[in-house]
């Protein structure tokens, strides 16, 4: 089970540890970084990248086949409907069923995970089992919405380590 498998470390003034292990490695902070929504710059969660060695190049870290995990802190809640729209829209595709049926209403505070592997990503948060979803081609994928050219440019910068 993915919360067994984390462990922190030395937490940082942002509430995320500089150091953990999941996915049987020892993965370090690369880089964290806000996601404001709309012209009124509402922030909606706080996200830290960690990787087995800090990088800012962001096509090696998508073509990794080392665990990657992506947590993110909601500042706010949101529901449902509104997660699976926003992945929906950020894919650019139907999302997965696995990922769809393991999506919940976020409370403000709640943290999610997603620990990238070769050929899964491992689903973690609160209310419901962690779930895991098959497929390297959705890996990337899902990856690329945090840090492919096409996410949001200031969450990308933050995740790659480039700017706070």
């Not at 500089?18 to 490695?25: D, K, P």
């Not at 990787?51 to 809640?77: E, G, K, N, Q």
């Amino acid at each position: 089970m993915m919360r067994r498998e984390i462990l922190l470390a030395a937490l940082a003034e942002d509430g995320f540890p500089s150091v953990l292990e999941a996915g049987g490695q020892r993965l370090v902070r690369n880089g964290t970084a806000t996601r404001l929504y709309s012209w009124l710059r509402i922030e909606v969660y706080r996200a830290a990248l960690y990787l087995p060695a800090r990088s800012s190049d962001a096509a090696s870290i998508l073509a990794a086949r080392t665990p990657r995990l992506v947590a993110a802190r909601y500042s706010r809640a949101v529901s449902r409907d509104d997660a699976a729209r926003a992945w929906a829209g950020a894919l650019d595709a139907p999302l997965p069923a696995p990922f769809h049926d393991w999506l919940r209403p976020v409370a403000a505070g709640d943290v999610e995970r997603q620990l990238f592997l070769a050929d899964a990503v491992l689903l973690d948060g609160p209310g419901r089992p962690p779930q895991r979803v098959p497929g390297g081609a959705f890996v990337r994928s899902l990856l690329a919405t945090w840090i492919g050219p096409n996410a949001d440019a200031a969450l990308r910068r933050g995740l790659l380590g480039l700017s706070n």
